[in-house]
């Protein structure tokens, strides 16, 4: 299997790429990306300012590339100033690519980029109806924290999260 490259994404170059990924991540999710897309259609807008925001020193954006072919797209680091862990915000692969060991990959990057800004531990946010994500993730030690209830996030109760939570000192 050829090896994987981790590349800063290049916001500037592949915009449209990014919210397309995003779009998909939400969609393999909730069966919909209106989520994020949002009510009155600028969450992609909102999310390209936002990863634009992202300070290189707390935080990683990548584009995943098997050989001259951008293949999924990685997002990690600093949640909040506040918080003692790593959150990794966007595992994504295409869906040519997923269930071809790309993932493992992709998971041995996140959790060596993690530990080198210093966590300890990590989170991410997961739909419980994205089974194929959970069990992949429950398989590389993560486990299920109980349910994201998160105030500020619109229809939490029409798309559940659950928090998982993996121990990087192991």
Not at 96 to 112: C, K, L, M, Q
Not at 141 to 153: K, L, N
Not at 154 to 161: E, G, I, S, T, V
Request: charged fraction near 30%; proline fraction near 6%.
């Amino acid at each position: 299997m050829e090896p994987l490259r981790f590349i800063p994404i290049d916001v500037d170059a592949h915009a449209d790429l990014c919210v397309k990924f995003r779009c998909d991540a939400f969609v393999s999710s909730f069966g919909t990306d209106q989520p994020f897309i949002d009510d009155d259609g600028k969450g992609p807008e909102r999310y390209i300012e936002w990863l634009r925001t992202r300070t290189p020193a707390r935080y990683g954006a990548f584009h995943v590339w098997l050989g001259d072919k951008i293949i999924g797209q990685l997002e990690l680091g600093e949640r909040s100033p506040e918080e003692e862990f790593g959150y990794v915000h966007l595992y994504y692969l295409i869906p040519e690519y997923r269930g071809e060991g790309y993932s493992d990959a992709i998971e041995v990057f996140a959790v060596t980029f993690l530990r080198n800004l210093g966590y300890a531990k990590a989170k991410l946010s997961v739909s419980p109806t994205n089974t194929r994500a959970v069990e992949f993730y429950k398989k590389n030690g993560w486990r299920d924290a109980g349910p994201r209830i998160d105030p500020q996030v619109k229809d939490h109760l029409k798309h559940p999260l659950h928090f998982m939570e993996k121990d990087l000192r192991d």
